[in-house]
């Protein structure tokens, strides 16, 4: 695998659950691998964005996107795309 993605990957444990979400850009050591796991037999659960960005702050995969200036947030996004879509 190359250190730093190409594309997201889903880590998963060997009941095939989902541990986490690596973004595009994501630098994955050996040293980070073994964080995320350590962290994931810690908390017992899924591995969120926040946790991750606070296990590797200065990972710039992790920091919000500006689009045009402008700082994105990507759930707000995906609401909002959502109810472009939704028929009243």
């Known amino acids: 695998m ?3 993605l190409k594309e997201p990957k ?3 444990d060997f009941n095939n659950d989902a541990v986490c979400i690596l973004p595009i850009g994501f630098e994955l050591t050996d ?3 073994d964080a995320i796991w350590a962290l ?3 908390l017992n659960r899924f591995i969120g964005h926040e946790e991750l960005e606070a296990l590797f702050p200065d ?3 992790l ?3 500006k689009i045009e200036g402008r700082q994105v947030d990507i759930l707000s996004a995906l609401k909002d795309e959502d ?3 939704a028929q009243t």
């Open 63 to 65: 920091k919000q996107k």
């Open 31 to 33: 040293q980070r691998w």
């Open 83 to 85: 109810s472009y879509g």
């Open 59 to 61: 990972e710039p995969s």
């Open 10 to 12: 889903v880590l998963t």
């Open 2 to 4: 190359p250190p730093i």
């Open 40 to 42: 994931h037999e810690q």
